[in-house]
């Protein structure tokens, strides 16, 4: 079977092992790429080569971390939600990625009239006030302080992975921290 999509090159062996192990996630250290090149016996230019074809070709969209805040001291959590106009989302989301306190930035669909929100980013703090002074600030700097928002605290944490795929031919269901 070959990793392509419709009416692009397929990918080749080194994409598939690529693929597989950089879903298993990338190992804790300076480099990286370069511990993965070691454990496919590859170059670390053939690892970030096979990467970039991969997210080319639409099989990968992004790599991302999951956070275990909780161990890191930080015990309150806030999704600050924003109903921004459309033409404003991209400026806003890029002031809000800038803030070296934001976590994790991200656009969806409104669902009205329940759910008027387009815009979303996670910042954690150490107590619900330090959230809510980064809040303040995060709407003052991207030019959000005129705009419905709210910030939605977590009351439990629950199971924290990377998301899960299905392949497309129905087959094995798979790990996809790198998706």
């Known amino acids: 079977m070959s990793i392509a999509p419709a ?27 370069e511990s993965l090149a070691v454990e496919l016996g590859v170059a670390e230019q053939d690892v970030l080569d096979s990467l970039g074809r991969l997210e080319s070709a639409g099989v990968l969209k992004r790599f991302g971390l999951v956070v275990h805040h909780r161990e890191l001291g930080f015990r309150a959590n806030g999704m600050c939600v924003f109903d921004v106009p ?26 009205p009239p329940h759910w008027p929100y387009n815009l979303f980013c996670m910042i954690h703090g150490t107590d619900r006030a330090e ?12 030019g959000l302080d005129e705009v419905p928002s709210a910030i939605l605290f977590s009351r439990h944490r629950f199971k ?15 790990n996809s921290r790198a998706a």
Do not use: H, I, N, W
């Open 7 to 33: 009416g692009k090159t397929p990918l080749g062996e080194l994409d598939r092992r690529v693929l597989a192990a950089s879903l298993r996630g990338l190992p804790l250290t300076e480099a990286p790429y």
């Open 86 to 111: 459309d033409a404003r989302v991209a400026e806003a989301a890029a002031a809000l990625r800038a803030l070296p306190f934001v976590t994790l930035c991200y656009r969806r669909l409104r669902s």
């Open 131 to 142: 959230v809510e002074e980064q809040y303040a600030v995060a709407r003052k700097a991207a």
């Open 160 to 174: 924290q992975c990377a998301g899960r795929y299905v392949a497309p031919s129905g087959g094995d269901e798979v």
